[in-house]
C-alpha cells in the first residue's frame, strides 16, 4: 500500500482517480488547491504526488518545484507525477 497525496481541481476527475486507488488498496488524500496540497504536506510523507500542472490557485509546476526542494514532504523513495489533459 501506498501513501498517495492528490493535487487535482476537477473535482469529478479526483472523485474518479481517488475511488480507483483506494480500491486498489492504496491511502490517498485530495488537494483542490496548491494551497490544500501543501498544508497536506505539511503534516504527512507522501509515497507519490500525482499533481494536476493547471490549478486554480498557482502552478502545479511552482508546487512541484517546492516540493522537490524540501525533503520533508516526501519519503525517501517518492515521486511526483505531473500531467496536463489536452481539450
Known amino acids: 500500500m501506498y501513501s ?6 476537477d473535482q469529478d476527475l479526483s472523485a474518479i482517480t481517488h475511488a480507483n486507488l483506494t480500491h486498489a ?10 494551497a490544500q496540497a ?7 510523507k507522501y509515497d507519490m504526488i500525482l499533481l494536476n500542472v493547471m490549478l486554480p490557485d498557482r502552478s502545479g509546476d511552482e ?3 517546492s516540493i522537490r526542494k524540501s525533503s520533508d514532504s516526501l519519503s525517501s523513495s ?10
Do not use: N
Not at 498517495?4 to 481541481?9: N, P
Not at 517518492?78 to 481539450?87: F, G, L, M, R, T
Open 38 to 44: 501543501e498544508e497536506f504536506l505539511s503534516q504527512k
Open 25 to 34: 488498496g492504496h491511502s490517498a488524500d485530495e488537494a483542490f488547491t496548491c
Open 63 to 65: 508546487l512541484c518545484r
Open 4 to 9: 498517495i497525496l492528490l493535487v487535482e481541481d
Open 78 to 87: 517518492s515521486a511526483v507525477w505531473k500531467a496536463v489533459i489536452p481539450s
